[in-house]
């Protein structure tokens, strides 16, 4: 698959694509946003800051983690932790329990019932899904998170586009 041409060099070029072009506008930009790495609250527990500092690194890594990141990086801790534990007390529960109860009679019945750590488990990780999507930590999500460059490379991008634009400046006044 080839890049998409941008407008200004398909009119150049005389291209019948032309409308094409136009009807699914411009080339998305390359991103702006600046890469840092933002602090952990300071509510979270030892075990939550452990997997905030683990989700930060893989995303620095990555070249994708901004300083705005804090929040979601947070919620993503809690809720690993927390669906953790209720999946360690499920198993130890187990997902069926039984209970003793009377019937009209007063003769002692057991009745089976569903864990309701079961239904949390499963709510939990349906959002801990969902961050991991948020976070582009899923294949599906993984090319559509932009890259964040660093605070130097967003200032020299700023710089070499204002002295592109002096130089066009200066071509047309001429």
């Given at each position: 698959m080839t890049k998409r041409a941008d407008i200004e060099t398909?009119?150049?070029?005389?291209?019948?694509?032309?409308?094409?072009?136009?009807?699914?506008?411009?080339?998305?930009?390359?991103?702006?946003?600046?890469?840092?790495?933002?602090?952990?609250?300071?509510?979270?527990?030892a075990a939550e800051k452990a997997v905030f500092g683990r989700t930060a690194d893989l995303l620095q890594e990555r070249g994708v983690l901004t300083k705005a990141d804090g929040d979601i990086l947070?919620?993503?801790?809690?809720?690993?932790?927390?669906?953790?534990?209720e999946r360690a007390l499920?198993?130890?529960?187990?997902?069926?329990?039984?209970?003793?109860?009377?019937?009209?009679?007063?003769?002692?019945?057991?009745?089976?019932?569903?864990?309701?750590r079961w239904q949390i488990v499963k709510d939990l990780e349906a959002r801990h899904l969902s961050l991991l999507k948020?976070?582009?930590?899923?294949?599906?999500?993984?090319?559509?998170v932009p890259q964040a460059i660093d605070a130097e490379q967003a200032l020299s991008a700023a710089e070499r586009a204002l002295a592109a634009a002096d130089k066009f400046l200066s071509t047309e006044t001429n």
């Open positions: 398909l009119r150049l070029s005389g291209s019948n694509n032309l409308s094409r072009a136009l009807k699914y506008g411009p080339e998305t930009p390359k991103s702006t946003l600046v890469g840092g790495r933002p602090e952990p609250p300071g509510d979270l527990s947070a919620a993503f801790a809690r809720c690993s932790v927390t669906l953790a534990a499920l198993a130890s529960e187990g997902t069926v329990i039984i209970q003793p109860r009377k019937n009209k009679h007063n003769l002692e019945i057991f009745l089976h019932v569903r864990n309701i948020c976070l582009g930590l899923v294949p599906s999500t993984r090319g559509k």
